[in-house]
């Protein structure tokens, strides 16, 4: 079974506009954390945001909140007054405690000017 | 700066070569993981190793396999490339499994192309 969804093959956003990326997961572990990465043209996998299951509050990395609902089990990465750089690759994924992550297939972003 | 290094970055070769993929990282890591990435299919784990010695297979080890002889390296064989193992690579890290926050860091991939 998937373990991460991410419903959104493609997603267009206005320059300076906010963007909700989609991400759901499957656990039945209480102890696990939800990550996003990002991924320019240029290849390289970027670290953007981590929230912990035990985290109360909606993790927040500058232009970059997550927003956590552990009931449905999901964890949408909202990104802020978007800018043409971050058109990208956008890579949801899981990990549960002694456990290798698990990646979503990816949502491309895609910044219109 | 600590880092993960890849070499070659990009490698061409035919149907039925071996070919072995570097990963170098100086993070100091016991976890290091080799992934593919296709289109569609996000990064699937090939395979992992959490300390010398010991590697382990992911779920699309087929047709792979790895070897860890000290901490820093990692590297990935392709005993006989197949036109479905072209792809891009990524080599990856992270302190040990036992908290959910620790983050995987990446090397810059690999882009193989079996003709």
């Known amino acids: 079974a998937q373990k991460i969804t991410q419903t959104q093959p493609g997603m267009f956003v206005q320059e300076k506009e906010a963007v909700t990326l989609d991400c759901t997961y499957d656990t039945s572990d209480q102890s696990y954390g939800l990550f996003w990465y990002k991924q320019p043209s240029s290849g390289e996998m970027i670290f953007l945001i981590y929230q912990g299951s035990y985290d109360e509050q909606n993790a927040t990395e500058g232009r970059y909140s997550l927003n956590f609902q552990k009931a449905r089990k999901s964890a949408n990465l909202v990104i802020s007054a978007s800018q043409l750089g971050d058109s990208a690759m956008y890579f949801c994924?899981?990990?549960?405690?002694?456990?290798?992550?698990?990646f979503g297939p990816g949502t491309r972003l895609s910044v219109l000017p | 700066d600590a880092e993960i290094t890849q070499s070659p970055r990009h490698k061409i070769t035919e149907t039925g070569r071996q070919v072995t993929l570097a990963c170098h990282q100086t993070?100091?890591?016991?976890?290091m993981f080799w992934y593919r990435q296709d289109l569609g299919h996000g990064l699937r784990l090939i395979h992992y190793s959490y300390g010398v010695q010991d590697t382990n297979k992911g779920e699309v080890s087929d047709g792979y396999s790895v070897s860890r002889s000290n901490t820093e390296d990692l590297p990935l064989t392709l005993e006989s490339a197949a036109s479905s193992q072209t792809s891009v690579y990524f080599c990856?890290?992270?302190?040990?499994?036992?908290?959910?926050?620790?983050?995987?860091?990446f090397g810059p991939g690999t882009r193989l192309t079996v003709l």
């Open positions: 990856a890290s992270s302190e040990y499994s036992g908290r959910t926050d620790n983050e995987q860091f």
């Open positions: 993070w100091n890591h016991n976890n």
């Open positions: 994924a899981m990990r549960e405690e002694w456990q290798n992550f698990v």
